[in-house]
């Protein structure tokens, strides 16, 4: 009757592996900017909205869909309030600026950029 009292009343904790937790980010992974842009391009932009097919795994069955944050929507009034809100307009303020590819990272690494007499980019 003693000695219960000395004890350890709560059981020890046991360290878990961190799996699930990659899993969860992984899953709640946005598409990357660069990626969006080349979406918002008219070629993409209009094929993307030909091709609205349902798919009853996705929210609203895959018909309303905000292209510049990547994301479904239930209905029409959800995706109208979205356009309404603020990360939606930030992420479109962002999407206006090209993103950082071609030329400018060729000049931060230091190689010489050479285009040809019609002002095309050439492989240096």
Known sequence: ???????RNRPKKIPRSNSNAKNVKTRRRKRDIDQIYDDLKPENAEKAEQTK????????????????????????TALGTHNLTRPHKRRLKELKTAPYTGPEVLIDRGKPIIRDTDGNLLQS
């Open 1 to 7: 009757h003693l000695f219960a009292a000395m004890g």
């Open 53 to 76: 097919e349902v798919d009853p795994d996705l929210p609203g069955q895959g018909q309303f869909y905000c292209i510049a944050c990547a994301r479904y929507f239930i209905n029409e």
